[in-house]
């Protein structure tokens, strides 16, 4: 099976560990990833609050690429995900339907198909993991431009979780913000919020926070030490990709080059489990 | 055309049994139609009713006993009309009846189906709060008092099955521990559970639905458990049963196949002789499977269960010819001699010394002879049979390998023995296909040349075939061959000329549907038919075979019936996915089975799996996910002794003729699965409204004990959260009633637990209706509800306590986070998808949100002629408003009929009574048993023994269920038998049976009132079910206290009175005229009053309605309808001077014309209905009266219809809402304004779209479908701003124009306005009824307002019979509204008018004069104002009017008045009887 990806600029930068580990993982499942070319920038960051046009011309050409491709594009950073599937409705006003589908890798990951293979293939069952699943803000809102029917609580992750052999506590706050888009400028709210999703996932009773978007695992991950001073209080709390995740049940060697990039390193509480 | 005087109602809940009662008691035929199993609909789940708290079964049980009971009301139940076709007058609907598996007409609710019914599911009375049975009663007061059985389908696993076994039955039974009665339905199929339960191939757990989401279920370990934990007790020899029939019927072969045909025909009196031609029965069973894989005595055990019905068996009695046996006398030959020759591979040396066929083999080591083996074995095949042989020669310490041409993907071997002969050690040589077997020079075997093998395209089994490859020719060196490569049958007893075909595979050739030979009368099945196949085909096949040879030797056509059809119950993977999500199924995975090691396997030929143990198959057995909910187990079947269950009813379609139609089918509650915000399934503790009415109800799961489901603890703090579901973007409408609901959850909840505190988020409180604002009042202030504005956004739980995180603004503009215990969401009315299809198969239109589509002018009408509706399907509304609407139905569905009216009911006809009054009394008693009910606490025998040992009691008697059919008639004989002159039924409660037994008695010539009733059952059996002995002891207490009473009863006559068939109206505005107007339609003469000179009342200061409606024409043509309307007569200008007389026969004083000239008129009449209407407020504050630009909504209406230019100026205009209401000295909303000012407000902006229009309000009350105009004003750019109670607006002039200033709650701050006009929005006020409450002795409310005779189910009635009320009168309502009341009271006079003449009860009050001091406490304490002091200066009771309620005799200080059937002396008699038990009891002590 072959499909397009596009995997926006922080995978190439940041989020090298997502980049690495779903390209690993879906070397291992038989998934080829056709990297776009001559992708550019999706316009997340700045171009859609400034300049409309600047916004739906950056996201319009990509899409144009993908649909000379002719196949579905996987997108693993939720806000790149968003925009394009904005650009799609947009497109679809002006009546012009793509002739392909634009799938967050989470949505490409869980179709029945390639869950059957991640199944059948899991040398190494999570057992003993207690995670939240967080998928942020966008990665299923908003429904009328995700199209998500379970937009208050999607429940893909946790079965995806669930299948590894993790166990997937539910909680409430899955789509509560972050603060990502203020990361830069409202330090002092990012702290607020993600304190808050850490409180909420400790007395869910959670170890791990399974992430599937690269600005959430940054803002989650890098402000724990912060937080921690602020709170006099200790957070430690892995923040993990769902495609690492994948890779450590699958049994792939390279776990270990991408948890090292992590500012909460996983692999002391992985060890605890036996599973590192 | 042909008009049918019958109508049919679809929906029974409220509103539908009110216009059945209101058609049938007005001689009507009535067809009800209900999609459930029982009628009461959604008033029957709730607890409370607002605003009087009263308890809702106990106001609807009684309308359920008497539509249920009615003689003209025909209960079509388990319904749903398919069709409408022909026209108004004259329709046939065609209904669709579903199964009901329970015939209503046998059935008597006594629960033991449920009883002794293993499948649960959750119960949809308590919204799965609490579980119920596939047999099922919807709730204990059910109408008709009759179980039915739910069934979806056939469950996949018992379509996949050959043999169709319950499995989803059985292992509902090993959930409930019953393995008895799970083995028992096994072999209602299947002869051979353990053998099945072990060596089966299982097709049902291939199709078990459970694999959609985790593993199919271990069905064949189940049955297997099932035998082991029952054949763990010997077994105890069968009767014979004894032949009835002469027909002799011979069976050739002793395996599974002709041992189940035997048995089958066994059971059905036939004479069978089974001829075996081994020395043991069983067939291949027996000779085939090895020992550890299937114990020779589980096969002896359960053939012994067979060869005990008297099946003649005879082993080692080859058949050699056909022939014989019919010279014997057989009638009948069923050839059943399986498969079992070996088959030997065409190479060469096939036929060596050492090379063995796998079935004499098999054979030989199972029959305890086993062959000398060398030690090597090679298996050639890769079935079932060959690794029997592979792991048979291992057992015999033999190295085994196995060769198989084809790959092991392609082996038909289940693959866990292909596992399991691995791990014993057999090796496996895949793709290896022999070519010859090479023998020594003795002719022994010493190897088996092989050829490797590769697979080439599919052959047409659809397998890849194996092609050889050239070269790899090899050999395996080895002592023996076993050939496993196929079986097929000995046919060498049946020759060609034998008549019997014989294929080309070397089967017999028989047709599949009737396994006849060409022969007749031979039939053959099994494997010799078809070549090896599983135990499980043998059995189904054995069943066929049983049933065709049945069918052939009555003389009946062979082919079988087709079975009734039903749907297979198979899932789709999404809609497991669903149903997951849900939460109603868990992902749980297969129970293991523990197998023996393979080290000890391998040492004997003991079992190799271990089987489940008890908690195992608990474990295993509580993953069935009943797909076809009913298992057809058939518990209830054996249980019934009624004969009422009936599994093989079908669906059928059936025509039913009337004139009209009404639609009552309700709604469905709002699923708050799509409000996932507010996490609804997903958090325990977050209940919907309905829920939680479960959760108050005494009846509910919790008892009525305010619990939250995730810890049973008492929740402090309980959050109501509003227009859930209601006032969004996908349904645009208020659900009206929701608020008034909330606030009542809340008080009773407050009432049961005092420590909890209710809040209620809300946004408008919208508390219109007759005494909910005073209602909303009491909640706030005597219980301490808390309501907080504002509208929540969702809620969060905290995992580790369950309770649930709220954010809300508060009243100072903050947010905040409360924490709550439970959240109960008031989930809105929609309509359902039944009422969509009932639309549809109707003909009617629907508006835009799926409502009935009817216009406010005929409220009523749907778009077909002819169709009418009422209830929440016509809108959002509560009870008493659907209640009025059925009614208001009723009048219309049978306006057109009026001229067939009488024409299709039935009156019964009785014998003439007999005259006992003079005679001895001789009492009969009967006890029933009512099943187990009764009988199985109470010792029936010896109550009975007692009641015949007292007096006058000349005859006892007991029934195992008084109440059947049978009985009536049993009852009856008795009578005429015995000459008995009263009756006694000691059994259950008169509230359901008394009418049944009075109507047997009549029936039997006695009067009804010669009946008398002891009810041992709901206050005695049911209660002390753990006394037995004291309940015995009190049942007899019981019996002796009805006899005691029995002896004074008197017959008593039943009075009947003449009805004068013409209606007096009071009130000549809308609902005067209409109901008027709709008296003449229906055939009666109508008089109407009004004290003002023209007609029309308020009605004729209206000029449009919301949606545009033109007022004026309407009461334009009203008008002229109801004055040139020849059977109404109208008295303008008169007022009412005296008014007497009781239902039927009033008789009425008018004065008409005022100015002194008026004459008094007297009318004759047999009904009253009371319309005086309302007004409007005059205000006395904000300046009305004192500046010109300060007006009514009234006269702001009068304007916009009046004077454009003055329109066209306004620049700014307020208007004040709840101006005279809501307020103390008003304490009531009067409904109409806000939707008076939204209106106007349009108006005006349609006028002038300039003008700025604002509305000061304090809760916007646009209820059911004005919200749309409430939300349409607000586009409009009309300014909607709150105001609070204790800030009213300030209202002044400044500067020479009018100043309106008020605190804004929202900004917090003061806003001014200077508007051209003001608009007051006036309250309505009652018109001055004072002294006409008082002629009519009728009551009225506080505020002025006609009093009606319950809030609820009676809207438009009086407590005094024969006299109603409608429109303003009643409460301010709008025009739909006052229609469909005014349509409502002629519905309601009509059930009076219609009879010729009224029965009169005989249990009424009398007074004796001597006694009568006049005291005047009767007059007082009668509640419907009958008793007077007559002209002779005693009190007089009208019987008539008497409502037999008895409170006037008990109070009665002179003991004047005696209630009769219920006198002092009888009542005495019965106390005696207590005293003396009593004193018995006192006497035991003391000894």
């Known amino acids: 099976m072959k499909v397009s990806y596009y995997p926006g600029c922080a995978l190439h930068g940041t989020a090298r560990e997502y980049d690495e580990s779903t390209r690993a993982v879906s070397a291992l499942l038989g998934v080829e990833l056709g990297e776009l070319p001559d992708w550019n920038c999706c316009g997340a960051s700045s171009a859609h609050v400034t300049d409309d046009s600047l916004a739906q011309g950056l996201v319009a050409r990509n899409l144009a690429i993908a649909e000379k491709e002719g196949r579905d594009l996987v997108v693993p950073c939720a806000a790149c995900y968003s925009r394009f599937k904005a650009g799609e409705r947009e497109m679809e006003e002006g009546a012009h339907k ?90 002092d709210i990012v702290r607020r919020l993600t304190r808050k999703l850490f409180d909420k996932a400790l007395e869910a009773g959670a170890e791990v926070i399974a992430v599937a978007c690269p600005l959430c695992q940054s803002n989650l991950d890098s402000r724990q030490e912060e937080i921690s001073r602020e709170a006099g209080k200790n957070y430690q709390i892995p923040i993990l990709y769902i495609t690492e995740l994948i890779g450590l049940s699958l049994g792939h060697p390279d776990t270990g080059k991408w948890f090292r990039r992590h500012f909460v390193d996983p692999r002391k509480l992985l060890a605890s489990k036996g599973l590192y | 055309m042909e008009k049918i005087g019958a109508v049919m109602v679809i929906g029974g809940g409220v509103g539908g049994m009110q216009a059945a009662l209101d058609l049938a008691n007005s001689g009507f035929k009535v067809y009800l139609v209900e999609e459930s199993s029982a009628i009461g609909g959604r008033m029957a789940q709730l607890d409370k009713t607002f605003p009087t708290n009263d308890c809702s079964m106990c106001t609807i049980s009684p309308k359920l006993v008497e539509t249920g009971r009615h003689l003209n009301i025909e209960l079509l139940m388990d319904s749903e009309v398919v069709k409408v076709e022909g026209e108004a007058g004259n329709f046939t609907v065609t209904v669709r009846r579903k199964p009901r598996y329970i015939d209503v007409n046998k059935c008597n609710g006594c629960g033991e189906c449920a009883q002794v019914c293993p499948v649960i599911i959750p119960s949809r009375f308590d919204q ?104 763990l007790q010997p077994r105890v020899p069968l009767d014979p049963i004894q032949p009835n029939r002469e027909q002799r019927v011979a069976i050739i072969g002793a395996g599974p196949c002709g041992l189940t045909a035997a048995r089958d025909l066994v059971r059905l009196g036939f004479p069978v002789t089974v001829f075996e031609a081994l020395p043991v029965a069983g067939g291949m069973l027996r000779v085939g499977v090895p020992e550890y894989r299937l114990p020779a005595a589980i096969i002896e055990r359960e053939i012994a269960d067979i ?40 190479i060469p040396g096939a036929d060596l010394d050492g090379v063995l066929l796998n079935t004499p083999f098999l054979r030989d080591v199972r029959l305890g002879r086993p062959p000398e083996l060398g030690k090597k074995v090679v298996v050639i095949g890769a079935g079932d049979v060959a690794m029997d042989c592979a792991r048979t020669a291992v057992r015999l310490g033999k190295e085994v390998h196995v060769h198989y041409r084809r790959s092991r993907a392609e082996a038909t071997a289940d693959p866990m023995e292909i596992q399991h002969a691995e ?74 000329s034998s008549g019997v075909g014989v294929t080309r595979e070397m089967t017999l050739k028989v047709s599949p549907r009737t396994l006849a030979t060409d022969r007749p009368g031979v039939f053959a099945a099994g494997d010799v038919t078809s070549g090896t196949a599983y135990v499980i085909e043998a059995v189904a096949q054995g069943h066929k075979a049983a049933a065709s040879i049945h069918r052939y030797l009555e003389g009946r056509e062979l082919e079988p019936e087709p079975p009734p059809e039903l749907p297979v119950v198979k899932l789709t993977g999404e809609e497991m996915k669903e149903r997951a999500a849900r939460g109603e199924v868990r992902v749980t995975p297969r129970v293991r089975v523990q197998t023996l090691p393979a080290g000890e396997r391998i040492r004997s030929f003991d079992e190799v799996s271990l089987g489940f143990t008890d908690e195992e198959a608990q474990a295993e057995a509580a993953r069935c996910l009943a797909c076809g909910v009913c298992s057809e187990c058939l518990s209830c079947f054996y249980k019934c002794g009624l004969g009422a269950i009936d599994h093989d009813m079908v669906e059928r379609l059936e025509e039913v003729r009337i004139g009209s139609l009404i639609l009552a089918p309700g709604y469905d509650v709002y699923s708050a699965h799509s409000s996932q915000e507010f996490g609804w399934g997903r958090y325990p503790n977050v209940l919907n409204a309905l829920q939680f009415e479960r959760i108050l109800s005494a009846s509910g799961p919790t008892l009525g004990h305010v619990q939250r489901p995730s810890d049973g603890k008492v929740p402090k703090k309980i959050a109501f959260l ?150 929440v399907f016509q809108g959002p509304k509560d009870i ?46 009967f006890v029933c048993r009512c099943g187990n009910n009764i009988g199985g606490v109470i010792d029936v025998p010896a109550v009975k023994e007692y009641a015949a040992s007292l007096g006058a009691v000349v005859f006892a008697d007991e029934n195992l269920y008084t109440c059947s059919q049978d009985t009536q008639e049993k009852l009856k004989k008795a009578i005429e038998e015995h000459k008995l002159n009263r009756v006694i039924v000691a059994s259950c409660s008169p509230r359901t049976h008394e009418p049944l037994f009075q109507e047997t008695i009549r029936e039997a010539g006695l009067n009804r009132y010669l009946f008398e009733m002891a009810n041992i059952r709901d206050q005695c059996s049911w209660v002390h079910t753990h006394d037995k002995e004291k309940a015995t002891s009190k049942a007899k207490d019981l019996v002796r206290m009805a006899i005691a009473d029995a002896r004074l009863i008197r017959p008593l006559e039943e009075l009947t009175k003449g009805v004068i068939k013409r209606g007096l109206v009071i009130g000549g505005g809308l609902s005067g005229m209409t109901a008027a107007l709709g008296l003449a339609e229906q055939g009666f003469e109508a008089v109407l009053v009004e004290k003002e000179n023209e007609l029309g009342g308020n009605l004729r200061r209206l000029k449009t309605t919301l949606d545009g409606k033109d007022v004026s024409r309407y009461l334009e043509d009203l008008t002229a309808r109801v004055t040139h309307h020849p059977r109404i007569q109208v008295f303008p200008d008169a007022v009412i001077t005296d008014f007497s007389g009781y239902v039927g026969n009033y008789k009425t004083a008018l004065k008409v014309g005022s100015d002194g000239k008026g004459k008094e008129v007297e009318i ?103 919200e749309e105009d409430y939300t349409r004003a607000r586009k409009a750019g009309i300014r909607f701003l709150r105001y609070e109670e204790e800030h009213k607006p300030e209202v002044t002039q400044k500067d020479g124009r009018v100043q309106v200033t008020f605190y804004n709650p929202v900004l917090r701050e003061n806003l001014t306005f200077r508007p051209d006009l003001l608009v007051l929005s006036a309250a309505t006020i009652a018109a001055d009824t004072a002294e006409l409450a008082s002629m009519l002795k009728v009551p009225r409310t506080a505020d002025g307002f006609f009093l009606e005779a319950h809030m609820k189910l009676r809207p438009v009635d009086f407590a005094s019979e024969g006299i109603y009320l409608c429109g303003i009168a009643h409460s301010p309502k709008r ?53 007077v002091i007559n002209k002779e200066g005693v009190a007089e009771i009208e019987a008539a009017m008497c409502h037999g309620c008895g409170i006037c005799a008990s109070e009665c200080p002179g003991k004047a008045i005696k209630l009769q059937h219920f006198t002092d002396e009888q009542v005495m008699a019965k106390c005696d009887v207590i005293v003396e038990v009593l004193s018995d009891v006192f006497k035991e002590e003391r000894v």
């Open chain 2, 423 to 496: 791990e014993e050690g057999v090796a496996f040589q895949f793709l290896s296909n022999p070519v010859e077997i090479i023998g020594d020079d003795r002719g022994r075997v010493q190897g088996v040349r092989l050829i490797r093998m590769e697979l080439g395209e599919a052959d047409e089994s659809g397998r890849r075939r194996p092609i050889p490859i050239s070269g790899s020719e090899h050999i395996v060196p080895c002592d023996q061959v076993i050939f496993s490569v196929g079986q097929q049958a000995g046919l060498a007893f049946i020759p060609e």
């Open chain 2, 880 to 925: 008493p408003e659907t209640v009025a609407q059925a009614s208001g139905a009723a009048a219309a569905a049978s306006e057109i009929l009026s001229e067939v009216r009488g024409t299709l009911v039935t009156r019964k006809e009785y014998p003439a009574q007999k005259e006992v009054q003079e005679e001895e009394p001789r009492i009969g008693v």
């Open chain 2, 128 to 231: 799965s709060m609490s579980q119920e049975r596939a047999a099922y009663r919807l709730y204990p007061q059910a109408v008709p008092n009759a179980y039915a059985i739910e069934k979806r389908g056939i469950a996949p696993c018992r379509d996949a099955c050959p043999s169709g076994q319950r499995a989803q039955g059985y292992i509902a039974l090993i959930r409930e521990g019953r393995y008895e009665d799970a083995l028992r339905v096994i072999k209602e199929d299947n002869p051979f559970p353990a053998i099945c339960g072990r060596i089966c191939n299982h097709r049902c757990e291939d199709a078990c639905n459970r694999g959609l989401l985790d593993q199919p279920m271990d069905i064949r370990a189940l049955k297997r458990f099932v035998t082991d934990k029952v054949y």
């Open chain 2, 307 to 346: 060869t005990d019905l008297g099946v003649d068996l005879r082993l080692n009695n080859p058949v050699i010819n056909l022939d014989d046996l019919s010279a014997q006398g057989y009638k009948a030959v069923l050839i059943a001699v399986g498969a079992h020759e070996g088959i030997r591979l065409p």
């Open chain 2, 722 to 871: 509003q227009c859930v579901g209601s006032r969004d973007q996908n349904h645009p409408y208020c659900s009206a009633v929701c608020c008034m609901y909330a606030t009542k959850e809340a008080i009773i909840a407050r009432e049961h637990e005092k420590e909890v505190e209710p809040t209620i988020f809300f946004i408008d409180i919208r508390a219109y209706g007759k005494g909910f604002d005073a209602y909303y009042e009491r909640a706030k202030k005597e219980y301490g509800v808390r309501y907080v504005r504002c509208a929540i956004s969702r809620v969060v739980e905290d995992p580790r306590t369950q309770n649930l995180l709220i954010t809300y603004l508060d009243e100072g503009g903050e947010i905040r986070e409360e924490e709550f215990d439970l959240v109960v969401l008031s989930v809105g009315m929609v309509p359902s998808a039944s009422t969509k299809e009932l639309a549809k198969n109707v003909g009617i239109e629907l508006d835009a949100y799926g409502f009935a589509k009817t216009d406010p002018l005929t409220p009523l009408a749907t778009t077909r002629p002819g169709v009418y509706v009422c209830g």
């Open chain 2, 1164 to 1266: 004759e009449h047999g009904i009253t209905i009371v319309a005086t209407g309302g007004e409007e407020l005059k205000p006395k504050e904000y300046l009305y009266g004192q500046d010109k630009r300060v007006l009514t909504q009234l006269e702001m209406e009068a304007l916009l219809h009046g004077d454009g230019e003055k329109i066209g100026e306004l620049k700014e205009v307020v208007m004040i809402q709840c101006v005279g209401s809501r307020n103390e000295e008003r304490p009531y909303c009067s409904r109409v304004c806000c939707a008076e000012a939204v209106k106007n407000a349009l108006t005006l902006k349609a006028l002038n779209p300039k003008a700025g229009v604002t509305i000061l309000y304090r809760d916007m009350r646009m209820y059911g479908t004005l």
């Open chain 1, 98 to 187: 793509l002739n392909f589908r634009i799938l967050s890798l989470l949505e490409f990951l869980v179709d029945d198909g390639l869950m059957d293979r991640i199944h059948g293939m899991i040398k190494q069952p999570l057992v003993g993991l207690k995670m939240v699943s967080y998928y942020g803000c966008l990665l299923v809102r908003p429904p009328k431009v995700t199209g998500a029917k379970k937009y208050e609580n999607p429940e893909e992750m946790d079965r995806l979780l669930g299948l590894l052999g993790a166990e997937a506590i539910p909680w409430s706050y899955k789509t509560d913000c972050c603060g990502g888009s203020l990361v830069l400028s409202r330090a």
């Open chain 2, 1375 to 1427: 025009i739909d509204e006052s229609l469909s009341q005014a349509a409502a009271a002629v519905a309601r006079a009509c059930t009076v008018l219609a009879k010729d003449q009224i029965q009169i009860s005989g249990v009424v009050s009398v007074v004796d004069a001597d006694k009568c001091a006049a005291c005047l406490t009767c007059v007082r304490v009668c509640p419907y104002n009958v008793p």
